[in-house]
Nanobody, 124 residues
Framework: QLVESGGGSVQAGGSLRLSCAVS????????MGWFRQAQGKEREGVAT???????DYADSVKGRFTISRDSAKSTLYLQMNNLKPEDTAMYYC?????????????????????WGQGTQVTVS
């Protein structure tokens, strides 16, 4: 089970840190990631991390967002800095048992078996 928290409303230029509490052994799944879905748009990959700790980011968030994982706390994080209005979306964490390259992990949403319920981020 995956449970996101940390969303909210923030002004442009501000920061938020999203957390995803991961139950069971899901934290050790091969791929974990953060995804977002803006109103009227398809869900897209934001940041992914493999179990070798390699990471990848969508071009739109590179240099602003950082994904990390604390296996001891079974928590996945997304630090978001310099937020922009276009970052407004529902953010989801997800885990996949499938082996993928770090680039594939950002694109192949259909291979993510486990999803959280989402947390809303609004940037004005």
């Amino acid at each position: 089970q995956l449970v996101e928290s940390g969303g909210g409303s923030v002004q442009a230029g501000g920061s938020l840190r999203l957390s995803c509490a991961v139950s069971g052994n899901l934290i050790f799944k091969r791929c974990m990631g953060w995804f977002r879905q803006a109103q009227g748009k398809e869900r897209e990959g934001v940041a992914t991390i493999l179990n070798d700790d390699s990471t990848d980011y969508a071009d739109s968030v590179k240099g602003r967002f950082t994904i990390s994982r604390d296996s001891a706390k079974s928590t996945l994080y997304l630090q978001m800095n310099n937020l922009k209005p276009e970052d407004t979306a529902m953010y989801y964490c997800a885990a996949s048992p499938h082996g993928m390259t770090v680039g594939q992990a950002l694109q192949w949403l259909e291979l993510y078996k486990y999803w959280g319920q989402g947390t809303q981020v609004t940037v004005s």
